[in-house]
T-cell receptor
Framework: DGGITQSPKYLFRKEGQNVTLSCEQNLNHDAMYWYRQDPGQGLRLIYYSQIVNDFQKGDIAEGYSVSREKKESFPLTVTSAQKNPTAFYLC????????????FGNGTRLTVT | SQQGEEDPQALSIQEGENATMNCSYKTSINNLQWYRQNSGRGLVHLILIRSNEREKHSGRLRVTLDTSKKSSSLLITASRAADTASYFCATDPFSSGSARQLTFGSGTQLTVLP
């Protein structure tokens, strides 16, 4: 079955540590996205990539970094510069070139103490 | 920036009743999409309505779009307990750039009581 896999489901880190969230897709989609969701709120775009080796900042990119070395993979690093990193992180993908819907993974809940 | 805003924030109904959620947005759009999110899970796409469409149906779902009022509604008929979830609208803006960024609202939490 095609889909998006995010791992781990739960992640705990100490303040000051960088942490990398994994996102892998086998849908052969060109575009991938990272969103952040805080309790009771909608999704805010962190970074997106429309093609391998290229990515753009979203609305809240500060304190985050990404890479897109392979079509299937779009890892997100939450750095120590992110002031409030505790949140639910969602990865999504879509075919590029059309206005199609997003396919989402099941998220990673990051808790930083 | 969050363009779409859902109303109400929370809705509680009895099984078998209809549920209506509304979404308002601010700028011109290519399309508007509705997504569902079960607690602690990712979003699942429900339905997409293009800016030149006024109504669309999918099973028990009915979506309307009024571009003059910049608003959309999602109707779930004959609701079931399994429909309990958060529902989000997302707008695909009519932008001049090639970058495509959906903008999500803050969602409506629907609870269907058995």
């Amino acid at each position: 079955d095609g889909g998006i896999t995010q791992s781990p489901k739960y992640l705990f880190r100490k303040e000051g540590q960088n942490v990398t969230l994994s996102c892998e897709q086998n849908l052969n989609h060109d575009a991938m996205y990272w969103y952040r969701q805080d309790p009771g709120q909608g999704l805010r775009l962190i970074y997106y990539s429309q093609i391998v080796n290229d990515f753009q900042k979203g609305d809240i990119a500060e304190g985050y970094s990404v890479s897109r070395e392979k079509k299937e993979s779009f890892p997100l690093t939450v750095t120590s510069a992110q002031k409030n990193p505790t949140a639910f992180y969602l990865c999504a993908s879509s075919p590029t070139g059309n206005r199609s819907p997003l396919h989402f993974g099941n998220g990673t809940r990051l808790t930083v103490t | 920036s969050q363009q779409g805003e859902e109303d109400p924030q929370a809705l509680s109904i009895q099984e078998g009743e209809n549920a209506t959620m509304n979404c308002s947005y601010k700028t011109s759009i290519n399309n508007l999409q509705w997504y569902r999110q079960n607690s602690g899970r990712g979003l699942v796409h429900l339905i997409l309505i293009r800016s030149n469409e006024r109504e669309k149906h999918s099973g028990r779902l009915r979506v309307t779009l009024d571009t003059s009022k910049k608003s959309s509604s999602l109707l779930i008929t004959a609701s079931r307990a399994a429909d309990t979830a958060s529902y989000f609208c997302a707008t695909d803006p009519f932008s001049s750039g090639s970058a495509r960024q959906l903008t999500f609202g803050s969602g409506t939490q629907l609870t269907v009581l058995p």
